[in-house]
């Protein structure tokens, strides 16, 4: 008699897949590991949020939380960002935006309480930079004290020139989050023309970012930018 042992994860896997595959979706659910297709699976029955906007979400949430922290190698000299331009594309009133929101919502939260350190610790740099040297020194404090910089994940409305200085204190990596993506696209080359297009297309190629602008605070050197973007868009648009 024949004798097999049961494989509670495996059965949890089949599961997952065949609810996946009866919710109509077309996203390739089964890439992700268990524990995230349960989460897709149960905030789609539980929000009604669709799975193909949810999995994508998610999936690029993934990739800005690896960042620059680590790079797959394709074959020798070839390396590859975890870098994704996302567009959530339906009609009006298609539920795109809450999924986004939700797989946004980890570094939503750690941006605003990052926000809230970086506002303290300017206040103590103006109120340092208010006194004079000697006051400084005999305080007890620094008499030349680094302007506090904010640690983030996210921005929305800015400039490649902004960008790239927001990109210089955290290189691990952001995420351009345009919930309107057509009014991303409508704001490409307000101040010049072409630049910021050809600066979208070498991001994503994670070229060496180089910024030498007057009204820059300093010198920039990005050696390999990470820098994703998604956000939802209509058909038509």
Known sequence: MDTYSINPA?????AVDLSMRLAGTDFPVSIFPTKIQRIISEVHECHNYPTDYIAAAILTAIAVGIGNMHLAQIKQGWLESPILYMALIGRPGANKSHPLSFAMKPFLDYDYKQNQEFEKMLAKYDE?????????AESGSEQFPQEPIRKRFLVSDVTPEGLSLIHAQNKRGLCLWADELSAWFKNFNRYNNGSEEQFWLSVFSAKTTISDRKN??????????????????QKKI
Request: net charge positive; no cysteine.
């Open 216 to 233: 820059a605070k300093s010198f920039i050197f990005i050696k390999r930018p990470y820098i994703s973007v998604i956000g939802t868009i």
């Open 128 to 136: 340092l930079m208010s006194m004079s040297r000697k006051e400084r």
């Open 10 to 14: 495996s059965i949890i896997d089949k």
